[in-house]
């Protein structure tokens, strides 16, 4: 399995017009699962061998005005939880029979300091 993980964010308002650079915080909070499963090449059968799921955290202090290099600080954990083998097996969806694409699951959320929060670009 190999999926390549490219998050981005933009720097300005993403509900603005302006492109002045306002981003202040990066706050992500992303779970995984991931089936191991064996394929019978005869018959197509997929079996079910392991299921495996983790989480990142990550929380992030911006400050654009600051220079390259040394615009962004580590707010939060700095150590991750490792990935738990489950003791049970979770059932695989129909979508995750497909290639892996965990960029098409990201969602770009504004959330000002007030006002409600708005889906700026939603999953695929």
């Given at each position: 399995?190999?999926?390549?993980?490219?998050?981005?964010v933009?720097w300005?308002?993403?509900?603005?017009e302006?492109?002045?650079?306002?981003?202040?915080?990066?706050?992500?909070d992303?779970?995984?699962?991931t089936?191991?499963v064996?394929l019978?090449?005869?018959?197509?059968?997929?079996?079910?061998l392991?299921?495996v799921?983790w989480?990142m955290k990550v929380?992030?202090a911006v400050?654009p005005s600051?220079?390259l290099?040394?615009?962004?600080?580590?707010?939060g954990?700095v150590?991750?939880d490792?990935?738990k083998?489950?003791?049970?097996?979770?059932p695989?969806p129909?979508?995750?029979?497909g290639k892996?694409?965990?960029?098409d699951?990201q969602?770009?959320?504004?959330r000002?300091?007030?006002?409600p929060?708005?889906v700026?670009?939603?999953s695929?």
């Open positions: 399995m190999n999926d390549n993980f490219y998050p981005s933009t300005a308002v993403p509900v603005s302006s492109n002045v650079p306002l981003l202040t915080r990066i706050k992500r992303q779970s995984f699962t089936w191991l064996a019978n090449m005869s018959t197509q059968e997929k079996i079910l392991q299921t799921k989480r929380d992030i400050d600051k220079p290099g040394s615009r962004a600080r580590l707010t954990r150590h991750q490792q990935p083998v489950l003791t049970h097996m979770d695989i129909p979508n995750a029979l892996p694409n965990a960029n699951a969602v770009l959320m504004w000002p300091k007030r006002g929060p708005l700026v670009i939603p695929k």
